[in-house]
């Protein structure tokens, strides 16, 4: 806050004054503007330095800070005073009631001495704060309540459910968290001391036997509170290896990993979201579950859930899932979907002469056009997309260098005096090096000269592709006569689920998985789909503001905020001991009001001597 200078003059015109007001600034598309909170008046007895001091003595009252050493002058006190009331008189804020305001204006005058100040027992309470408001938002604990959770059981579960939002570790890091860290107990009343592991073990199974009523609750809530619809929803696979040989467990099975971690066994996650990103469905299957066979049970599961009105919603997936028999079931059940085509097209003539020319993020071109093609009922578009040409060429010369350096090896092989030159051996070495490389063996022509059982001489020439596809695919859907923007635009909704994944398996730590029974992998990763409907609820309503930040990015801001005991002398020789937090930084107190959230978890109140007292 800052308190801007207007110069006026008399109705005559002939004396000038000067009138204050009380003003904040605040970021929209990176820019900083101003606005007014309150028009202040005049401070005839104001110096121009005192300006600032009083500033920061109104926001130090409005956020809740007792004045206690009343180190700057009494008419500053008296002003802030005055204005703080004129601005809960007019609500020209709201960030705290009435009620608030009347108790940290109560003054409670102590003789200290200065030097005794000490301070103690430091934990970050930003993030804490912030999340658990959001929880509250959404109605949590009443939705524990109804599935019959006591008072201890929906404290330890929120912990948990806070905890792996904010700093997501294993069940004994967070418990090692909460006792040095963190003041997330203090929110709930709880003695961080007799928080452990266990308590947090049972939690997240107790969280994941009600997991389909908590998966439904939170669906429906964000729908409502957000006012958003479920009208297309997204449906993907991802897979997350494990660490250790995994005896204990049925599901976590050998198979490809997306992470390139063939030597570590994976288990397979299914989501379905909305194009805002919040979760409508999960499941586990074992990690050697082909993508396309999950598709039925998803959709059977789901139908209940997101069919609203007699209406369904339009269903988007990339290749990997979008079998003909997949299609056909999406069909004859009702859905409309968009889907990149399994197969590239061969004979299609394009429906206009001229593309539709768009550009990705990064402004480079794509073309669109939608083509004919007559033994198929649904519709397709040609995309040719620069940037997925050039990335395609640079991953084509790295194979066709490394196959080609497969055959030098093979010549020099063929040189030495002891190396493999029979025939058998040297046909198996150039067949195993285009098993290796098949998507570019066929571009080179190999030669070899032969006598008797051996190979002399080993040749080869390089050709150029005879139909430069690289770059272009297709997108496929059942919907009646989309345009090539339409199509576009709905298939660009997929990118949200990636992030969703992106989010899942880095920010908040779903891979590596560390346990080693069924009974506490599927907790882990529900409980992380749960942090994440958090992650989306906050950033959701922060999007519709400007602010775009990564959630690392908005922790970073958000633990800014701290609590912490201050100590002091006074002049009888008792001493006195006094909880407080920081008053939030510009950027939370930004997020802070985007969020309608209050900016301070409690107010200066005496508190009983630390432990290490």
Known sequence: MFLKKIDKKDRKGNNKYVQYRLC????????????VIINVGRLDDLKDFELKTLADRIEKILSGQLNIFGDHAIHIEKYAQEIVKKIIETKALDIIGQHEINTVTEKEYVEVDINSVE???????GAEWIVKQTMDK?????????????????DIAQLNWISRTINPLSELGTEKWLKRNSSLCELFNLDS?????????????????????IEDYLSDKTNE???INDKIILFDLTNSYFEGRMMGSKKAKHARSKEKRSDAKIIALALVTNIYGFVKYSKTYEGNRADCKTLETTIQNLEKKTVS???????????????????????????????????????????????????????KPIELRKVIQEKNE????????????????????????????GLKAIKVSLEKKRGIKTIKKVYERIGRLKSKYPRVSSYFIIKTDNENESVKKISWTIKEPENDEQGIYFLRSNIKNPTEKQMWNIYNTIREIESVFRCLKTELCMRPNYHQKDENIEPHIHLGILAYQIVSSIRFQ?????INDSWTTLLAKMNTQKVVTTAMMKRDGEKVFIRNCTIPSSELLEIYQNLKLKPMPFYKKRCVPPTNQ
């Not at 301070?119 to 309470?125: L, Q, S």
């Not at 922060?542 to 400007?546: T, Y």
């Open 542 to 546: 922060l999007k519709s503001k400007g």
């Open 378 to 405: 649904d519709t397709y578009m040609y995309v040719k997309s620069e940037a997925k040409q050039k990335k395609e060429e640079s991953i084509q010369n790295k194979l066709s260098g490394r196959f080609e350096e």
């Open 119 to 125: 301070n103690h027992d430091p934990k970050e309470i």
């Open 309 to 363: 009105n007699g209406s369904k919603p339009m269903v988007v997936m990339d290749a990997g899932i979008a079998t003909e028999k997949n299609l056909l079931m999406l069909r004859e059940k009702g859905y409309d979907y968009l889907v990149v085509s399994r197969t590239t097209l061969k004979n299609y003539l394009f429906e206009t002469t001229s593309p539709v020319m768009i550009c990705d993020k990064n402004e």
């Open 225 to 227: 509170l957000f006012d």
């Open 193 to 213: 001391r007799k928080i452990n592991r266990f308590q947090l073990y049972q939690a997240s199974r107790k969280l994941y036997e009600n997991k389909e009523e």
């Open 24 to 35: 904040e600034s605040y970021r929209i598309n990176n820019k900083t503007r101003h606005r």
């Open 138 to 154: 959404l109605g949590i604990e009443q939705s524990l309540i109804s599935l019959g959770y006591d008072k201890r059981a929906r």
